[in-house]
């Protein structure tokens, strides 16, 4: 059975960094897309960025410029690199990855920004 684990995230004042990493275990076959969602309280699950194994990228336009995507296929691991923080980057992050109709999901990850 195919599982999304995540590590990272936490507490850091605005202006900082974090990064975020999920790990597929449980998979014979690579990804061919991963990428992050985030939810805040009280609002919709957004997509924030997403990369292909072939390292094609697309951001969120509140993130370009802050936050990098990254994978690396021989881990089938995504990480995401936020930089420059923001108390509205505060959100759960949950990985994402979708397979022959299949959406997986991480458990999510708590990222807090202070101001």
């Known amino acids: 059975q195919v599982q999304l684990v995540e590590s990272g995230g936490g507490l850091v004042q605005a202006g900082g960094s974090l990064r975020v990493s999920c790990a597929a275990f449980?998979?014979?076959?690579?990804?061919?897309?991963m990428g992050w969602y985030r939810q805040a309280p009280g609002k919709q699950r957004e997509l924030v960025a997403s990369?292909?194994?072939?390292?094609?990228?697309n951001y969120a336009d509140s993130v370009k410029g802050r936050f990098t995507i990254s994978r690396d296929n021989d881990k089938n691991t995504v990480y995401l690199q936020m930089n420059s923080l923001k108390p509205e980057d505060t959100a759960v992050y949950y990985c994402?990855?979708?397979?022959?109709?299949?959406?997986?999901w991480g458990q999510g990850t708590q990222v807090t920004v202070s101001s």
């Open positions: 449980g998979s014979n076959f690579l990804f061919n897309a």
């Open positions: 994402y990855a979708p397979r022959a109709n299949i959406a997986y």
């Open positions: 990369i292909t194994s072939g390292g094609i990228t």
